[in-house]
């Protein structure tokens, strides 16, 4: 569990729609998100907590200290819900103390996927909860909250429910400036698609965050715009599937993810263009060039497969083959030989047998990852694999997990391996653990030590890999690498 510092921003198109009362825009009140889950979350998080600024909302460090506790949740990972639940317990605790201590009422917020799947279930089994939301709603916070306000004064309940899928983007409720604590951020998350059409059979992303919706492209490069004039230098577009991207422009034109990164890498300041997460189906020809052809866009690749077994691949409804994805791997790595891999792999879905399992070690082996995620299958409550006969037996699922992990961990040391010698430019984000060092990252996300003065923090080096220390590296500063 990660919990996420709120930003405060003013956002006077918020305040004027949710219309709050002037005595709640006026109060000074604190909130702390408790963000799990994804990049995704980490960003609705940072919205969340300026939505609520003109309602007189600042950043709390803990949730001792908060009027307004809210957890932002995920609902990929097994029993997302009891983790929840046991959360809201210890939460109850935390505001029956503050109250006792202060006098002073906090009210508890459950957003994200698991609010989106549970809705009325939280407030029947935590009915101390005064709000559930999903994660397309949070733009109706101030309202949400001042329906509470009015309702239970004294802060305990209150169970207003919002987990619909409006028509109206929530996208047209961001700020229009961003705030003081928002300035300085070298690296930042910019949500561009949500939702997914795709319908795996393992997945809740269709039923929690809804169909894939684009946001407009006016939207996309005003956001863009406002990061790189407050020092961002690398931008990484979000959605459940990226590259799904069509963004309207007000002329009525789509763009797909291709241009929008073009777009994006075209913006005064921004030297890096990362995108995440991708789904196979959808990386287009021009996609597949922009790898080639776009200098801002980095040459690392998250590309989910999953498996390596055509038939557990079916079963997945991913819509492809492992061929398919070792062709698409191919035509990647024509477009731009020294682009690196990683995806995502789940071992032991029902009815994977051993020479399903060895059809995934077989591809790995033919394509080589830089790095990946893998995980044992666990059922999501109300997805179609849930109820799949054949489950694999726990046991079998570890043991499998053990061997795909020591594949993988195998290839990302040697890949780390194959920096040493090289020259890569690395962005610096801030000191390192020793005296005089800094720290930055490569194009491949690879942490890189090196001795520096303080004031190239920010700035495009250069640095020579003289090591491969653990999961990073370390190396001999160049000098400044070139803008564009």
Excluded at 267 to 292: F, K, W
Excluded at 308 to 328: E, P, Q, V, W
Excluded at 372 to 400: C, I, M, N, W
Aim: net charge neutral; aromatic share 6%.
């Amino acid at each position: 569990m990660t919990s996420f510092k709120p930003t405060p921003a003013t956002i006077p198109l918020a305040q004027r729609r949710a219309n709050p009362s002037p005595a709640l825009a006026q109060a000074p009140r604190s909130v702390h998100i408790i963000t799990w889950g994804c990049q995704m979350n980490v960003y609705d998080s940072a919205r969340m907590a300026d939505i609520l600024r003109p309602l007189g909302y600042g950043p709390a460090q803990a949730p001792e200290e908060a009027d307004m506790v809210i957890l932002n949740t995920c609902h990929i990972r097994e029993k997302a819900a009891e983790k929840v639940f046991s959360e809201l317990g210890r939460l109850r605790q935390v505001a029956e103390a503050r109250q006792e201590r202060t006098g002073k009422p906090t009210l508890i917020a459950v957003a994200g996927c698991v609010g989106q799947a549970m809705g009325e279930e939280i407030i029947a089994r935590a009915p101390w909860v005064n709000l559930v939301l999903g994660p397309q709603t949070y733009h109706r916070l101030p309202e949400m909250v001042a329906r509470v306000a009015r309702s239970s004064p004294g802060g305990v309940g209150g169970g207003a429910v919002d987990t619909d899928f409006p028509a109206i983007t929530k996208f047209d409720f961001l700020p229009d400036a961003l705030a003081p604590e928002n300035q300085g951020q070298l690296s930042a998350f910019l949500t561009v698609q949500e939702g997914c059409d795709k319908f795996c059979t393992f997945c809740v992303v269709p039923y929690t965050r809804g169909m894939e919706t684009s946001r407009s492209l006016e939207s996309i490069l005003a956001e863009a715009k406002r990061l790189a004039g407050a020092g961002a230098r690398e931008i990484t577009l979000l959605g459940q599937n990226v590259n799904a991207l069509t963004a309207p422009d007000s002329h009525g034109n789509s763009h797909d993810l291709a241009a929008v990164a073009e777009a994006v890498g075209a913006i005064d300041g921004i030297e890096r263009i990362r995108y995440t997460t991708s789904h196979p189906r959808d990386m287009s020809e021009s996609l597949i060039a922009a790898h080639g052809a776009n200098p801002t866009l980095m040459p690392f690749l998250h590309l989910p497969v999953q498996s390596g077994s055509d038939r557990i691949l079916k079963a997945m409804n991913r819509g492809h083959s492992a061929a398919d994805y070792t062709a698409l791997v191919e035509r990647l790595r024509a477009a731009r030989p020294d682009l690196a891999l990683s995806s995502d792999f789940i071992v032991g879905f029902p009815g994977e047998s051993d020479d399903d399992f060895e059809a995934t070690m077989a591809l790995v082996r033919s394509v080589g990852f830089a790095s990946a995620y893998s995980f044992k299958y666990s059922p999501r409550p109300g997805t179609p694999a849930a109820s799949l006969p054949h489950q694999v037996p726990e046991d079998v699922k570890t043991a499998r997990l053990a061997r795909l992990q020591a594949l993988l961990e195998e290839q990302q040391r040697a890949f780390n391996e194959s920096m040493v010698g090289t020259v890569q430019d690395i962005l610096v984000s801030g000191p390192g653990r020793k005296e005089g060092q800094l720290t930055g990252r490569s194009p491949y996300l690879q942490p890189v030590h090196f001795t520096g003065e303080a004031g190239l923090v920010g700035k495009m080096v250069k640095v020579h890999i003289d090591k491969c220390v653990s999961h990073s590296l370390a190396g001999t500063l160049l000098g400044e690498a070139g803008a564009r």
